[in-house]
């Protein structure tokens, strides 16, 4: 990953180079790129992002808690890559200031990024101190369920990967409409499509799980875990700054939603008089 990043942004880099160096190279694979250095940022960013989208499928299969916490992670970094790409548009990066909106923009962009990074730090530090709820019914057969799940995943996370790609470069030029919509953003219909496709996934295990965790608590959080990753979903598709707004609200509601499921599994501890020791630890607690 870290190699195939580099390398993106050296190629990046070259390309921008002799798009500027030679602009009258007409109807070649650099006519039209963006000639701002900074844009090829955006080509490391890119890498780094399908990597915690891989990284997201496999968290599926080990934790809910644990795969909402990589969404949030997912749509921070997208935001973060977003702030690098829009400062690469500025049409005079020295008279930056005498393009107000934007500006004001950029500056948005930078604090949201911040906002998410603090509320992911809380969910994580939420994952791993809340109390570890006891289980009277063997789990190998939901776990073994959520594997599956993940790997069909990865099948259409390269899917849409190679889709993506292959729009990019020009090979496809008509996708079907039920992946991207005319008009057809390349840049933005991989990640709408793929977090529809957690939605339905997180609802299915949803209703799976009941059967091995029917108690309150848990259906209450997972259903809200689903409405943070449909908030999550509408984000990418809304226009700025809304969109940041709305992943904020997703990612604020997702953090409520497990801090209250934290407080309710500690009373019930308290309660049952069961031992405070076992934690739900993140990647080897929380396994539903």
């Known amino acids: 990953?870290?190699?195939?990043?580099a390398v993106g942004f050296l190629i990046h880099l070259g390309a921008i180079a002799i798009a500027r160096l030679f602009p009258s190279l007409p109807l070649t694979v650099f006519a039209g790129i963006d000639e701002s250095p900074l844009h090829a940022v955006y080509t490391p960013f890119s890498v780094i992002l399908f990597y915690e989208v891989v990284l997201l499928v496999f968290a599926l299969a080990a934790s809910h808690t644990g795969e909402i916490a990589k969404q949030y992670q997912i749509i921070s970094l997208?935001?973060?890559r977003g702030v690098f790409k829009d400062i690469g548009g500025f049409d005079d990066l020295?008279?930056?200031?005498?393009?107000?909106?934007?500006v004001r923009a950029v500056l948005f962009d930078m604090a949201g990024a911040v906002a998410m990074f603090m509320i992911v730090t809380g969910f994580t530090l939420l994952q791993y101190v809340t109390p570890k709820m006891r289980v009277h019914r063997d789990l190998e057969g939901f776990i073994q369920l959520k594997k599956a799940v993940a790997v069909l995943l990865l099948v259409v996370l390269v899917t849409l990967a190679v889709l993506n790609l292959a729009s990019w470069a020009g090979l496809?030029?008509?996708?079907?409409e039920?992946?991207?919509?005319p008009p057809i953003d390349v840049d933005l219909f991989f990640f709408p499509r793929f977090f529809e496709f957690m939605i339905f996934t997180d609802v299915f295990l949803l209703i799976v799980s009941l059967a091995y965790h029917d108690r309150y608590e848990y259906v209450f959080r997972n259903a809200g875990f689903v409405i943070s990753t449909?908030?999550?979903r509408v984000s990418l598709s809304t226009p700025k700054p809304y969109d940041v707004v709305l992943a904020l609200t997703a990612m604020l509601y997702g953090l409520v939603v497990l801090g209250v499921f934290a407080c309710f599994a500690a009373i019930e501890r308290k309660w049952d008089g069961s031992p405070t020791a076992g934690h739900a630890g993140g990647r080897g607690g929380d396994r539903n």
């Open 78 to 80: 997208i935001v973060v």
């Open 1 to 5: 990953m870290v190699a195939a990043a």
């Open 178 to 181: 039920v992946l991207a919509p």
């Open 94 to 102: 020295e008279n930056w200031l005498a393009e107000p909106a934007a």
């Open 172 to 176: 496809v030029v008509h996708l079907p």
């Open 230 to 232: 449909v908030l999550l």
